[in-house]
């Protein structure tokens, strides 16, 4: 795919002596991008698919350790390195979950890295609905479709040319929707955030010592029909000038309708820790309105794979594998 923006840009402004008069003369002046493979929703909605059928991604369950298996199997299929992360974290109602960070990297050799992140568990409750509330839930967006994603971008960096400049990690963290139910009392819980355990763990314990990346980016809830993704407040603090990359980047694929130019709230999700922790600037791509915050969905049964449209898996894929292609 050739990428080939036209932008309008003042090649000079001449100053006429009569009057002072000032003329600005405009031209169009195309812009060449490095060429990008294309992103095939198709692909990444089968991804989806493939984890719901595996059943709930909740820790401790035979759901959970086959789609950890799959994944391995997966990313070493795409002739990525790959390594695991195993640790231990305890719940916020007492019970110890045995969790896996899977990291698979392309060009490991590479100086200049992109750091690409999604969370592939799910959630064990569903505290938002109206019934059912102590089952899990599929989480075919929440956790998913961040996963199906990233597993195309990878599947394209495998078989597809031409091939980007720079190297690039996936990290897939575990533990991640796990928060106290929205009804629970934590005014005197034992520490702060309960969730996002993965990335807690990993921001303090790199897979490699002094690891270090370019930028990275967050994909979570990125397949949900009718999505609008909007500039969040923790990616706008860190990485400003990521957030605005990425967006423009999107409006220029004609992603208008999905990459909102404006800014909403702070949420504490992967990225922040990312951020906080390791120090590597990364932004977070969520489904998140200003106007009415998370979508019907979220914490919910409703979160299956009736709600994943592969327009919106399109929309983001195609930005966040044009723009680690322009590095």
Request: glycine share 8%; hydrophobic share 35%; net charge negative.
């Amino acid at each position: 795919m050739r990428n080939r923006i036209w932008l309008c840009l003042i090649l000079g402004t001449f100053l006429y002596a009569c009057g002072g008069r000032e003329r600005a003369e405009e031209t169009a002046v195309p812009i060449d991008y490095k060429d990008v493979p294309a992103f095939n929703a198709d692909s990444a909605y089968a991804f989806i698919q493939k984890q719901v059928d595996f059943g709930p991604r909740v820790p401790n369950t035979a759901g959970h350790e086959a789609t950890k298996n799959w994944l391995i199997e997966k990313l070493k299929g795409y002739k990525l390195e790959v390594q695991t992360q195993e640790f231990s974290e305890k719940t916020y109602d007492g019970q110890l979950w045995d969790l896996t960070n899977i990291i698979a990297s392309y060009k490991p050799d590479a100086k200049k890295r992109i750091l690409l992140a999604a969370h592939w568990d799910s959630r064990r409750i569903a505290d938002k609905d109206s019934e059912r509330l102590h089952e899990p839930i599929e989480g075919a967006n929440d956790g998913g479709s961040g996963v199906g994603v990233l597993l195309e971008i990878a599947r394209v960096l495998a078989y597809e040319n031409p091939k980007p400049d720079v190297g690039i990690d996936f990290i897939f963290f575990d533990g991640e929707d796990d928060g106290e139910p929205e009804h629970q009392d934590t005014r005197n819980r034992a520490r702060e955030y309960w969730w996002c355990l993965g990335s807690q763990y990993w921001s303090t314990n790199l897979h490699e010592r002094g690891y270090s990346a370019y930028f990275g980016i967050l994909v979570d809830m990125v397949g949900g029909r009718g999505a609008r993704f909007y500039k969040e407040g923790y990616s706008v603090r860190y990485a400003k000038n990521i957030v605005n990359k990425v967006w423009n980047y999107g409006h220029e694929l004609g992603h208008s309708d999905f990459f909102q130019m404006r800014e909403t709230a702070e949420l504490v999700d992967d990225h922040l820790f990312v951020n906080k922790n390791a120090g590597i600037p990364m932004i977070n791509i969520i489904e998140f309105s200003p106007d009415y915050g998370f979508g019907h969905y979220h914490h919910t049964h409703a979160d299956n794979m009736d709600m994943i449209d592969k327009r919106t898996l399109k929309a983001v894929g195609e930005t966040v594998l044009f723009t680690i292609y322009q590095e």
